[in-house]
């Protein structure tokens, strides 16, 4: 029962693109469309501390090995966005509107779901950290971007593409709020990032790999000073690409199954 | 299950029925675009994504007229933007907010947004359709949170009707809410002053006026470039020795933006008192008085106001009294009571 109406919702489906496509008939006469299959790829985000590599997670103490600075995270947010994978081809697949905010609060926010990948065999991902120059200056949009979650600066537009905010007595306010971003200019701190899987990985209507990236807050101050120096970052300017950058360019792909 | 299909086959079926020209059920049939003068520029804001509709300007309308904005349903966006104004506030010098709280900056007028590059006195936010955002949540303005607006209006007894009836989605979304404050805003234009029949060629001034358009060229338009009356560049003209407000460095943290604002347009001038950023200025006698004589050199001054390597322009006091003469003739008295712009 199940399968037949399925089956039939696929039908349906199809209907529904080949009556779109028929809009654009007369310019492009193209032979009836391929449909093709899909499948998607899982992307998931594992927190690490220090050189140790130690787990990380909110709302717990950790002491910089550099800085010596006690902190305790309250909030860990940042975007990620533009995945193209790469076929065994050569050929790349991007995907449309690919914009992911990560939460450290809860797993279910530090993993996201790339929907709509052609089946086929895959041997490399490209993803950036931050967000697009143009999708600071597009206006208000939905989604991950929405205006509503506390990541667009109302008062010099652009998104804080990372969000770093927590306790430490080594600030003399007995907190740190860095709010990271910027898009144009020196102040870009939005980074392409790319890592080959090493293999060949499937991807099918039934087979959903899953891409696991390592990030490392540590890495906020891995040339920047301590919070005596900078407690509070909230604008784009040359302590904000410093720190996204270290934190941005040891961001990994640890692994691909 | 078999509702799904049906959802499906209904999409299938509207798939099909959008390729009907013309013939769509749901797009009102009043005028598709905004005002847009021919003797303007073309507008900066084009409307891509958000497409303009009678409707959708409606819609915008009432929200901003609407005190279910702000965190306490007592303050609309026309609580500070008041049309017989310009949509500038009057008589106040600092814009006055939610429970009474003073904001720092004087309320500009809106018209025209539609050809801003940027908006705000220092130019912060770049876009028309997230320049809501400031005012919706800023504590001493509207204080509220974007979330709890999408709320409130999902739950209301009209909106749901009226943003589907523009939008066509399931639910209120705050892109929506952003994109009708747009489109009302957009067609906020004001381009049927005095100064727009000269322009034009349909009227011609007096002497007195023409003089002062005269020197008004000479000595003011470099900044306050004509038809729109501003560049939309940041300038320092002059006001400070020293800055309270940084104005546009506060953004780009450049030592020649101390003390810059952006050049705000002159159209409907004589209605939007009092000027400049703080609304130090309640008459147009004393601004003409700064540009004269007080303009102060510091290292950030436009050189536009230094002249005979003095600051400031050295206007006679009939220069003064005819470029004031001239600048009267930019209120559009249309605009101020057109029907149909204020709910």
């Not at chain 1, 991007?94 to 530090?110: F, G, H, M, N, V």
């Not at chain 1, 906020?220 to 604008?235: E, N, Q």
């Amino acid at each position: 029962m199940k399968t037949t109406l399925s089956k039939y919702s696929l039908i349906l489906a199809a209907t529904a693109i080949l009556g779109l496509d028929s809009c654009k008939r007369d310019k492009d006469p193209e032979p009836g469309p391929i449909v093709p299959v899909y499948g998607s790829v899982n992307g998931k985000i594992n927190y690490v501390f220090g050189a140790d590599m130690v787990p990380w997670q909110l709302n717990k103490l950790y002491v910089h090995p550099k800085t010596g600075d006690s902190l305790t995270f309250t909030n860990f947010r940042f975007f990620i966005s533009n995945f193209k994978l790469k076929k065994a081809d050569g050929t790349w697949w991007t995907q449309p509107e690919s914009y992911y905010l990560i939460d450290a609060k809860t797993a279910a926010e530090s993993s996201f779901s790339i929907p709509n990948v052609p089946e086929g065999e895959y041997t490399a991902v490209e993803y950036t950290m931050g967000i697009d120059s143009l999708h600071n200056v597009s206006g208000a949009q939905t989604g991950a971007l929405t205006l509503s979650s506390g990541m667009f600066w109302d008062w010099n537009s652009g998104y804080i593409m990372l969000k770093a905010e927590g306790d430490s007595p080594n600030s003399s306010t007995g907190k740190f709020a860095l709010h990271l971003g910027g898009f144009s200019g020196t102040n870009n701190i939005v980074t392409v990032r790319t890592a080959e899987f090493g293999k060949t990985v499937k991807v099918t209507n039934g087979t959903t790999p899953t891409m696991t990236f390592t990030v490392n807050p540590a890495r906020l101050w891995h040339t920047s000073p301590g919070l005596a120096t900078i407690s509070v970052i909230h604008m784009p300017g040359a302590e904000a690409v410093t720190m996204a950058k270290d934190f941005y360019n040891n961001v990994t792909l640890s692994s691909v199954q | 299950m078999r509702r799904q299909s049906y959802i499906l086959l209904l999409a299938g079926l509207a798939g099909i029925s959008a390729c009907k020209p013309d013939a769509d059920f749901r797009t009102p049939a009043a005028n598709y675009t905004p005002e847009r003068p021919a003797h303007f520029p073309p507008a900066h804001y084009t409307h891509d994504k958000n497409k303009y509709s009678q409707a959708g300007f409606e819609l915008g309308r009432k929200l901003f007229f609407d005190p279910i904005l702000s965190a306490n349903n007592t303050i609309s966006c026309g609580s500070c933007h008041k049309q017989e104004h310009a949509f500038a506030d009057v008589n106040i010098r600092l814009s006055k907010g939610i429970d009474g709280k003073t904001g720092i900056r004087h309320t500009p007028a809106i018209f025209n947004m539609a050809w801003n590059t940027s908006f705000m006195w220092d130019g912060g936010v770049n876009q028309i359709e997230v320049m809501p955002l400031t005012p919706l949540t800023n504590k001493v303005e509207m204080a509220e949170t974007i979330s709890n607006i999408v709320y409130k209006l999902n739950r209301h007894k009209e909106y749901p009707t009226l943003f589907k009836n523009v939008f066509h989605r399931d639910s209120i979304d705050d892109q929506q809410m952003f994109w009708a404050l747009a489109q009302y805003m957009s067609n906020l234009v004001s381009a049927s002053s005095k100064y727009d029949d000269v322009y034009t060629g349909k009227t011609t001034y007096t002497k007195d006026q023409q003089d002062g358009y005269n020197l008004f060229k000479q000595n003011c338009s470099a900044c306050h470039t004509e038809p729109l009356l501003t560049d939309y560049s940041f300038k320092n003209n002059g006001l400070d020795y020293q800055f309270t407000d940084s104005g546009r460095y506060r953004i780009t943290r450049r030592e020649e933006d101390w003390g810059a604002f952006k050049v705000p347009t002159l159209r409907n001038i004589a209605v939007t008192s009092p000027y400049m950023h703080d609304g130090r200025f309640t008459t147009l006698e004393q601004v003409l008085h700064h540009y004269a004589d007080s303009v102060k050199q510091t290292p950030s001054l436009s050189p536009l106001l230094v002249k005979n390597g003095k600051p400031g322009l050295h206007l006679t006091a009939d220069e003064q009294r005819k470029i004031i003469l001239f600048l009267r003739t930019l209120t559009d008295t249309k605009f101020l009571t057109k029907a149909g712009l204020t709910e």
